[in-house]
T-cell receptor, first 113, second 115 residues
């Protein structure tokens, strides 16, 4: 069974630009969660999608948005990039959102210059 | 104050040593406790999970939860160089009304096991 895939793996952008990250969950998984990982803050929850609907949202500004498609693939968008947005962005998929069924992808390393 | 505190390390031990990794938390509503392992350039993988207080053993790994002290630990016996990774503790209050179990993570402890 293929794992969670994320594209691209690395990305370099400049301040003010926008970026779109993609996540393909494990086949059959309907829940996709997004996290931001930084050395100082650790993993912080961005949002979770289930069957194309956002079910939960973390404490991030509106510049961070996402969506989920009918095939459960998910995209995350960050507009008007700031230097502080440099981080590893991880997505995790699960069948229904249970913690012990959550599988992470390898992440997208975003660098904002 | 963060809900979950974890010593970032790095922690360096010789092969075969017993490793103790710890986290403290402030939210008394946490009921589910997890440990993730994250290798360099990889996403975290769930290592162990426990519900409520007590110990849980899985091979060389033992997870311990002390809810009265709001303290959890992961012990690794006979540590191996392949155990070198960052270990993240994580906690959850349970399933919310929206049908999702939000997990709060520690910042991770970097462990290096030296051959």
């Amino acid at each position: 069974k293929a794992g969670v895939t994320q594209t691209p793996r690395y990305l370099i952008k400049t301040r003010g630009q926008q970026v779109t990250l993609s996540c393909s969950p494990i086949s059959g998984h309907r829940s996709v969660s997004w996290y931001q990982q930084t050395p100082g803050q650790g993993l912080q929850f961005l949002f979770e999608y289930f069957s194309e609907t956002q079910r939960n949202k973390g404490n991030f500004p509106g510049r961070f948005s996402g969506r989920q498609f009918s095939n459960s693939r998910s995209e995350m968008n960050v507009s008007t990039l700031e230097l502080g947005d440099s981080a590893l962005y991880l997505c995790a998929s699960s069948l229904d959102g249970f913690y012990n069924e959550q599988f992470f992808g390898p992440g997208t390393r975003l660098t904002v210059l | 104050q963060k809900e979950v505190e974890q010593d970032p390390g790095p922690l360096s031990v010789p092969e075969g040593a017993i490793v103790s990794l710890n986290c403290t938390y402030s939210n008394s509503a946490f009921q589910y406790f997890m440990w993730y392992r994250q290798y360099s350039r990889k996403g975290p993988e769930l290592l162990m999970y426990t519900y409520s207080s007590g110990n849980k053993e899985d091979g060389r790994f033992t997870a311990q939860v002390d809810k009265s002290s709001k303290y959890i630990s992961l012990f690794i016996r006979d540590s191996q160089p392949s155990d070198s990774a960052t270990y993240l503790c994580a906690m959850s209050v349970g399933m919310n009304s929206g049908g999702y179990q939000k997990v709060t993570f520690g910042t991770g402890t970097k462990l290096q096991v030296i051959p």
